[in-house]
């Protein structure tokens, strides 16, 4: 590196020192509402019982998980007894995944080559795992450039023993917000013409929760992923819906908890603050879409006048995508760079997925909608939250073209 470019980051750094932090990924983490954080505390060292203890403190605990639980179902229009509260989105996804096909004769499973990790690893896994020489079948739906699939798509690739269809609500990288009502209605008539219970479909919403409706009855679906840590609640929080009648085998194993599907003492302040943020981010999810896609429009008005190359990735914004999610492709830097410069100047972005980040490999996700690896590992991911201000978007495209400047 050279010494001008050192000193910049320098300069950078003061400023980092003497002004807060501007952060722009929310889709990888958001601050804990301190509603949410009042609510779960209680449960921290005042109402400490075990939910399984049949003394009062064991009740009260036993009651807070019900209630929670008895919200979170109003929300999505549906019964307590279908919401199992899990660890996390990660652990919803291989619940849902591992726990419709275990022990089924392998057949064939439906998704797309844009899921989280948390999908996509399981069925791999699933796909190398034969039981009596027969191997699980995937087919991977064609997302096209903007990662949008065809509701009539999903079902002409439905084989008879196609048993479960993945397809994610909204994408975490660029924020394409997938047909999954058209889609469920569609397997409701597939199944119903065909006399089967088969194929289940399961969706992961976690990054849908913040914005987009929820009610499984409209949308069709059999399971529905959600985690707490997207949407202003604890992370190691989340949940599955798992439609009456549809058989998940649990995957952890002990106790009776959650059903009989999911053993292990519950995570009450989890539980707790999981269902508070779930009610305050549906609660909101219209004012707080409408707010930040202005932001978003803002923010891509205001990059396009002072740096004519940048393009997004994905759906354009108010069609199919996330309010919140801007993905760009620039052409002049390499991402990781342009991340750690940005970061140096007190912005916090994101390349790929977060939990793609760390094998270094481009997103795969990007590779999926047909960008070049080159045009992958130019490409950065802000996204915007209830706290984002018109300010900080001014100060970080000053600051990306105060970079580009640099390097040129
Ligand atoms: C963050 C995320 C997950 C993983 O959730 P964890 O709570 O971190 O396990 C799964 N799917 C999507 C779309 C996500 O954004």
Known sequence: MTIEKNEYIM??????????????????????????????????????????????????????VEESRKSVAKILGTVPGTVCFTSGGTESNNLAIFGALDGLTPGHI?????????????????????????????????VGSNG????????????????????MYANNEMGSVQ????????????????KTVYPYFHTDACQAAGFLDLNVERLHVDLLTINGGKIYGPKGSGLLYVRRGV???????????????????ENVPGIAGLSLALKLAQESRVAVSFKLENLSKYFLAKLGESIPSVRLNGPAIGENRLPNNINLLIPEIESEKLLIYLDAAG????????????????????EGIGLSKREA????????????????????VKTIKNILNLIK
């Open 148 to 167: 949008l699939v065809n509701a009539d798509d999903v079902i002409k690739l439905i084989r008879p023993n196609t048993k479960l269809i993945s397809i």
């Open 179 to 194: 047909p999954i009502a058209e889609i469920g209605k569609l397997l409701v008539r597939y199944r119903k013409a065909n």
């Open 247 to 265: 058989k998940i085998d649990p995957q952890i194993l002990g106790g009776k908890q959650e059903h009989n599907l999911r053993a292990g003492t």
């Open 347 to 366: 912005i916090a972005c994101s390349v790929g997925s977060a939990c793609a980040a760390e094998d270094g490999g481009a997103s795969h996700v990007l």
């Open 110 to 142: 439906i998704t797309t080559p844009i899921e989280h990790p948390s999908v996509l690893e399981p069925i791999i896994k699933l796909k190398k795992q034969g039981l009596k020489g027969k191997y699980w079948n995937v087919s991977y739906l064609n």
């Open 11 to 64: 300069k950078l750094v003061q400023h980092k020192n003497s002004n807060k932090q501007i952060y722009l990924d929310y889709a990888a983490a958001t601050p804990v509402d301190s509603r949410v954080l009042k609510a779960m505390s209680v449960f921290f060292n005042d109402k400490y019982g075990n939910p399984s203890a049949i003394y009062e403190q064991g009740l009260i605990a036993k009651t807070a």
């Open 377 to 396: 590992e130019h490409s950065i991911r802000f996204s915007l939250g209830k706290f984002t201000t018109k300010q900080e978007l001014d100060f970080t």
